[in-house]
């Protein structure tokens, strides 16, 4: 795609590919200047102006409605005609290839953490219940700041234990065995253990009686479905009493061509606004005792499976209502799709783009 500037600065052509990358349509964007539409690029045009090179590459971060994109960019000066500098600007999506490149060293850092950490965990905690059960009986000064002391070690060791099995799921997650199962039934197990687990909150599932065939591995999906209703739950805890009325979360799961796709809804404090798209990268997480490892464990699930997790507002399905809705949708197949196949329904931010730019 090409974005032609005149003598000014000013935009004069944007084609399709370049609205959908910086998110602006060229009826928007005609006569205003790049640094207006493009601010990200101001750096790098600084340097294609006032450098002895005449090409500059480099990467931008840009974030549009909430949704983050990391563009590859390749700026080259070209003579005009009228002695004025143009410029050629490619703007390339490289927002999957950073993601993946942060997935892989944190999965290695996770590695290490679970090696280092985990050895000394459970002499630790035998240590201090063995410190309770020997001296907890001649301790009389004192001793329920004892007790409470190597109750505390206990418990955080605990909780640093289940941190560390995080650690290790994500960093050793399996290749999913494909079969042939039912969703449906596996949507309703999982949406039964958890309503179970919760019942101060209503968990309905909306499914066809029939049954809905698809190739996947149950005991990975059955995985990614909990982490996403768990973390509905978790949403919907924060939300204060006088303002929640009653938590729900409702579990749709449906056939959309040759893909499967499960809408979680919920009426909990929602997801931020700024980016949204990081929470799916390892350690990013807006909880206050979140690993940030759950929604990253969820997307290499659905990747696995050919498919991708979307997060969206409640709002934009049920105008009016608080909370979030997460789309898991991954291949009946359970195979990731050709380049070919997957073209059509490939994300908007998937595009090179090419700019032109005259200055003066």
Known sequence: GIIGVDGSGSIGILNRSAEKLIGHSE????????????PELDEMMKSAREGSQRLVQGQIAITRDGHERNLSVRVSAEQTSHSRDSYIITLDDITELVSAQRTSAWA???RRIAHEI????????LSAERIKRKFGKVITED???????TDTIVRQVDDIRRMV????????????VIEGEDVADTVRQVVFLMRVGHPEIEIEAEIRDEPMRARFDRRLISQALTNIIKNATEAIDVVPPEQLGKGRIDVI????????????????IGLPKVSRARLLEPYVTTREKGTGLGLAIVGRVLVDHGGRIELNDASEIRPGQRGAWMRLRFSISG???TAESSEPNRPAGNETTAVAVSSS
């Open 27 to 38: 009826s928007e964007t005609l006569g205003h200047p790049l640094s207006e539409v493009l």
């Open 253 to 268: 799961a449906a056939r959309d061509g040759e893909d499967i796709v499960i809408d979680v809804i919920d009426n909990g």
């Open 143 to 149: 001793k329920a700041i004892f007790e409470q002391c």
């Open 108 to 110: 290695d850092v996770a």
């Open 118 to 125: 985990k050895n000394p965990l459970t002499p630790i905690q």
């Open 165 to 176: 099995d995080e650690f290790s799921r994500f960093a050793r997650m399996p290749k999913p």
């Open 335 to 337: 195979q990731a799709p």
